[in-house]
């Protein structure tokens, strides 16, 4: 359940539902910097599943009580839980925005919870966006078949090789579909192309996050 409704008809700002193949629903968000940051999480393998406005966080300022609502949860493959905040690098960098958020980090301190950040800086290197929505269109149009880390280990090998090697050997496409579904690994912050390393990936191995 949200801690407060995300989608609202009111307002100018973009907001929208995003599907997840990671949780099997559509996943609220309200602004365009939000929606990218889902890819990251999305194709996070260290990500387990996560959930958008978790909760209500109640920390002092000055004298005062001020509500706050983390972006996110995330439950990592580990069971290291994490709230997100999403938010533009300059935004970040306002002293406002510093003062307050200093004074939930040191509430987070206290009750022993991570608080991360994600900025436009994390979400959009061109490289790394391009792939995820790539991957965030082909993860809905996987067709595996009888594709088993058995059998791309015997084609491909157990070491990384050029991703317009694995992309001849396994048939052309292939390769970003079986990367969409998990199957294999490469470094997203890399063109989908040409001598980018490519392996076989193997199954509980992967903790890597994209944040």
Same mark, same amino acid.
């Given at each position: 359940?949200?801690?407060?409704?995300?989608?609202? @008809? *009111?307002?100018?700002?973009? *907001?929208?539902?995003?599907?997840?193949?990671?949780?099997?629903?559509? +996943?609220?968000?309200? !602004?365009?910097?939000?929606? /990218?940051? %889902?890819?990251?999480?999305?194709?996070?393998?260290? +990500?387990?599943?996560?959930?958008?406005?978790?909760?209500?966080?109640?920390?002092?300022?000055?004298?005062?009580?001020?509500?706050?609502?983390?972006?996110?949860?995330?439950?990592?493959?580990?069971?290291?839980?994490?709230?997100?905040?999403?938010?533009?690098?300059?935004?970040?960098?306002?002293?406002?925005? +510093?003062?307050?958020?200093?004074?939930?980090?040191?509430?987070?301190?206290?009750?022993?919870?991570?608080?991360?950040?994600?900025?436009?800086?994390?979400?959009?290197?061109?490289?790394?966006?391009?792939?995820? @929505?790539?991957?965030?269109?082909?993860?809905?149009?996987?067709?595996? =078949? /009888?594709?088993?880390?058995?059998?791309?280990?015997?084609?491909?090998?157990?070491?990384? %090789?050029?991703? *317009?090697?694995?992309? !001849?050997?396994?048939? *052309?496409?292939?390769?970003? @579909?079986? %990367?969409?579904?998990?199957?294999?690994?490469?470094?997203?912050?890399?063109?989908?192309? =040409?001598?980018?390393?490519?392996?076989?990936?193997?199954?509980?191995?992967?903790?890597?996050?994209?944040?």
């Amino acid at each position: 359940m949200l801690a407060r409704k995300v989608v609202t @008809r *009111r307002g100018r700002r973009f *907001r929208g539902y995003y599907p997840s193949a990671k949780l099997g629903r559509m +996943v609220a968000w309200e !602004s365009l910097l939000e929606r /990218d940051a %889902i890819l990251l999480l999305e194709f996070s393998p260290g +990500v387990l599943t996560y959930r958008e406005q978790p909760a209500e966080i109640h920390y002092a300022f000055g004298t005062t009580t001020r509500t706050y609502y983390p972006d996110f949860e995330v439950v990592l493959v580990n069971g290291k839980r994490v709230h997100v905040e999403v938010k533009t690098a300059a935004k970040l960098s306002r002293p406002e925005v +510093v003062a307050k958020f200093t004074a939930i980090a040191e509430h987070y301190l206290r009750i022993k919870l991570d608080l991360r950040f994600i900025t436009n800086e994390d979400v959009r290197p061109e490289a790394l966006q391009t792939n995820l @929505r790539t991957l965030s269109y082909l993860v809905h149009h996987i067709e595996a =078949g /009888d594709w088993t880390e058995r059998r791309l280990l015997q084609m491909l090998g157990d070491s990384p %090789i050029p991703f *317009r090697l694995c992309d !001849s050997i396994l048939g *052309r496409g292939m390769t970003p @579909r079986l %990367i969409a579904g998990g199957m294999l690994k490469m470094d997203l912050r890399l063109p989908m192309s =040409g001598d980018t390393p490519v392996f076989v990936g193997k199954e509980g191995e992967d903790a890597t996050l994209l944040f």
